[in-house]
């Protein structure tokens, strides 16, 4: 398999399917694109149909759009899914709702793996990291107990949610403990620490 991504430190959704892949030990070799190159679009049409990332790439098969590579990703390694039927269907609507939702988090706060500084919160932003921590809580408690990810063991849940635990780090945000605690938990994978490494390599490369 291949997994077309954009740059590491600002790519949150390259990221999701990049550390599923790395933790579930799937192989798969990586193209980097740079997302602010000239002629970037053209470059990406030649990948995927919508000219985005991430793309995965399986011999003649393309896939073009984050939940869908989640489900192909699954077909090769189950355990990215939690195996109970309840805890499964609740890890797939929280990543669906990740992926349409928290859009004040997303523009206020966009991943930048490498900042340090603090930001203000008003009240949008303050209501979606209440839900955040409702979710994540819910999770954790209805199904978390077997391991330190939302649904005990890492699955495409906790990949999904990656990338809000580096927002919460680079802008300083305001988080109950147990937030801050999986927080903690997912930037101390080692496949993140090795995203994180290659995003500081991006950054002072220019």
């Known amino acids: 398999m291949k997994l077309v991504i954009g740059n590491k430190n600002h790519s949150s959704w390259s990221l999701r399917p990049w550390l599923a892949m790395k933790v579930a030990g799937l192989h798969f070799d990586e193209i980097n694109h740079d997302l602010y190159a000239d002629g970037a679009l053209a470059e990406r049409l030649r990948h995927g149909p919508t ?4 793309v995965l790439i ?24 939690p195996a109970d039927r309840a805890a499964r269907t609740v890890a797939r609507a929280v990543c669906a709702e990740m992926h349409a939702g928290f859009t004040v988090l997303r523009t206020q706060c966009p991943m930048n793996v490498q900042l340090r500084t603090r930001t203000d919160v008003d009240a949008a932003l303050a209501a979606e990291l209440d839900r955040l921590a409702a979710l994540w ?17 890492f699955s495409h849940a906790d990949a999904f949610f990656a990338p809000v635990a580096t927002r919460i780090r680079s802008y300083g945000l305001p988080v109950p403990q147990a937030v801050q605690a999986y927080a903690d938990t997912l930037l101390a994978l080692p496949a993140f620490l090795d995203w994180e490494a290659a995003a500081g390599r991006e950054t002072r490369h220019g």
């Open 51 to 54: 000219g985005k990332v991430p």
């Open 58 to 81: 399986d011999g003649d098969i393309t896939v073009w759009e984050s939940l869908a590579i989640a489900e192909y990703l699954a077909e090769a390694e189950p355990a990215l899914w």
């Open 137 to 153: 809580a819910d999770c954790r408690k209805r199904f978390g107990a077997g391991g330190d990810f939302l649904f005990g063991a």
